[in-house]
């Protein structure tokens, strides 16, 4: 029985992450064939083939490996070729004989403005895919308080006890945050809980919005406010909440804007993140590869369907594949070789400049990029496994 459970949560975490692949690379072709550009192959997961089907011009292949996936399109890069197994983030090079140079439907044949619309149309189906789900589920999986309503969290402060430290260094009820430590504050789901919960000594500086004496709102700047810390049993640190914030009714209007809020926020905080792994804070063993992605999916897939509360499980797994896609998306528009965002520098440098970057230098830097992010994905699938035989 156990050894079919975890066969099932593999089964369903790839599914999943297949889905969130097979949308991102949809985005690029259903905006190829708008743009009148001939795709040669639709690609899911990389490496081998496993089944490949359809009789048109497009073939469409299910491959080994979920890691990824590509849309080929015919002419992406006329002048370099790219080894078929090293595939690309978004793109794979692939000639085909079936159709001229000159028949107008090779991707470097088009302008600037539509080929940079298919390169980051992978991206943007990311994020679409992110703001539907949020809506889904703030509007169908929040649950309700001891009255029947489900109230959004906003970033004011409802009640803070005076024996608290946070309001003996200067937070007070009715305070609005609106930076912590210089970071912006836009929504308390993840905007605050990231910024608080990431902090190790329990003590910022808040710019907050107060109302005067004469009621009139005005920023005041609050330095080292300090918040109550704990240790657990395993002697892990953790901030507790010395206030309670103001909630807000939802609504029907309400429930697109706090889910257009929280994509911003969770965007943000994907961006930080990786700043974060640059500097150091985090280290590669902090990073997750396909296998431990599919791993915590799994385990998530398991806390839906076995969790008393079927609705927190339900919510749980929800968050968890938007920050996925989220960070799918974000992750693919970085400039930097062999992904999305890095064809797209080379783009907006001919849209600025009027002139293309001679084809085989952008072929040598995404061969060197990518080669150095298949490096990274081995070191990290290696930190995978090493997690899940050891329990770390």
Known sequence: ???????????????IFGIIIMLHEFGHFIVAKLCRVKVNEFAIGMGPKLLKFGKGETK???????????????????????????????????????????????????????????????AVMNLVLGYVLLVV??????????????????????????????????????????????????????????????????????????KNAAGKTEKVTLENVTFTLNTDE???RFLQYDFVIVGK?????????????????????????????????YGLNDLSGPVGTVDVIGDAVENAVTHTDRLAGIRTLLTLIILITVNVGVFNLLPLPALDGGRLVFLLFELIFRRKVPAKYEGIVNFIGLILLLLLMLVVTYSDITKLVTGG
Request: hydrophobic share 40%; glycine share 10%.
């Open 137 to 210: 589920n703030y509007a169908f999986c929040q649950t309700p308080n001891a009255d029947g309503e489900v109230l959004f969290s906003t970033t004011t402060i409802h009640s803070l006890k005076e024996e608290t430290p946070a309001y003996k260094t200067g937070l007070r009820p009715g305070d609005t945050i609106v930076s912590i430590n210089g970071r912006r504050v836009v929504t308390a789901d993840f905007d605050m809980v990231s910024a608080l919960q990431t902090d190790e000594d329990g003590v910022f500086d808040l710019v907050v919005k107060r």
């Open 60 to 122: 469409y292949t299910l491959r080994l490996l979920p890691i990824g996936g590509f849309c080929a399109m015919e002419g992406e890069d006329p002048e370099t070729e790219m080894p078929e197994a090293l595939g690309g983030s978004g793109f794979q090079k692939e000639k085909s004989e079936e159709v001229p140079a000159d028949d107008g439907r090779a991707f470097y044949q088009k302008k600037v403005w539509q080929r940079i619309l298919i390169v980051v149309a992978g």
């Open 1 to 15: 029985m156990a050894f079919l459970v975890t066969v099932g949560k593999i089964l369903a975490a790839l599914l």
């Open 249 to 281: 009714p939802r609504t029907f209007g309400n429930v697109f804007l706090h889910a257009l809020k929280n994509e911003y926020s969770l965007g943000v905080m994907v961006w930080r993140s990786l700043g974060d792994i640059l500097t150091g804070k």
């Open 234 to 236: 395993a002697g892990n």
